[in-house]
């Protein structure tokens, strides 16, 4: 009988013994397993941080690109004009705003070429007047008005070696025009230098007196 009792005591011991390794394998599998997920965790981070990382670069590089492609739209801006040529000056050197400026006056001369008065009258001051060349000095309506009724033909325009001054809101434009015109029955190329001037108006530029 003792030694049933012993036996079935060692069986029990044997079958615990068992159970605490079986116990102490699954404890280790967790921890493993704990491990691995922690490490997955970390690598998920880190894989996070280089996507954001990715992510900043190429919106920097897509901002550069569209900022880029932008500036050479507007240089290039000048093709549209195709009654006026604009020479001795290397826009690659302006600044936007001096870019800005060349564009606007070459808009405006596009317009005197094509008798086109409602774009120039978005580009003029009410108050601008104007002095010929014989010293004749007219209101921009008058000027307009001969324009429009064939007094005044412009054909084409030249901008000569400009040179172009930003200062906050005021801005000029100096060159040399070449007017290949019909001026009050006189036709000809007539070359004037002279200096214009912008004012911002309500976040716009426009041609104003001095």
Same mark, same amino acid.
């Given at each position: 009988? @003792? ?5 079935? !005591? ?11 390794? /079986?116990? /102490? ?23 996070? @941080?280089?996507?954001?990382?990715? #992510?900043? +670069? ?6 550069? =690109?569209? $900022?880029?492609?932008?500036? +050479?739209?507007?240089?290039? *801006?000048?093709?549209?004009? !195709? ?25 405006? /001369? ?8 409602? !774009?120039?009258? +978005? ?13 004749? %000095?007219?209101?921009? =309506?008058?000027?307009?008005? @001969? #324009? ?8 084409? #325009?030249?901008? =000569? ?10 801005? !000029?434009?100096?060159? %040399? ?8 029955? $006189? ?6 230098? *002279? #200096? ?5 108006? @309500? ?8």
């Amino acid at each position: 009988m @003792d030694h049933i009792v012993k036996k079935s !005591t060692a069986s029990i011991i044997i079958i615990l013994s068992v159970s605490m390794l /079986c116990a /102490c394998a699954a404890n280790t599998e967790k921890e493993a397993d704990i491990a691995v997920s922690d490490e997955i965790v970390l690598d998920q981070g880190a894989e996070s @941080d280089s996507g954001a990382e990715a #992510i900043t +670069e190429m919106e920097v590089t897509n901002g550069t =690109e569209a $900022a880029n492609q932008e500036d +050479e739209e507007m240089r290039s *801006g000048l093709e549209d004009y !195709t009654n006026i040529e604009v020479t001795g000056i290397d826009t690659n050197s302006l600044t936007e705003e001096q870019m800005e400026i060349l564009l606007l006056q070459a808009r405006y /001369c596009q317009a005197m070429t094509d008798a086109d008065t409602a !774009t120039m009258r +978005e580009l003029v001051s009410e108050d601008m007047t104007y002095t010929h060349m014989s010293g004749k %000095t007219q209101t921009r =309506e008058e000027y307009f008005a @001969d #324009i429009e009724k064939g007094r005044l033909n412009y054909y084409t #325009i030249g901008i =000569e070696n400009p040179v172009i001054e930003v200062d906050g809101d005021t801005a !000029t434009i100096e060159y %040399t025009s070449v007017l290949n015109a019909n001026a009050y029955g $006189a036709r000809g190329t007539f070359r004037m230098s *002279g #200096i214009h001037h912008y004012e911002k108006r @309500d976040g716009s530029w426009i041609l104003v007196n001095r």
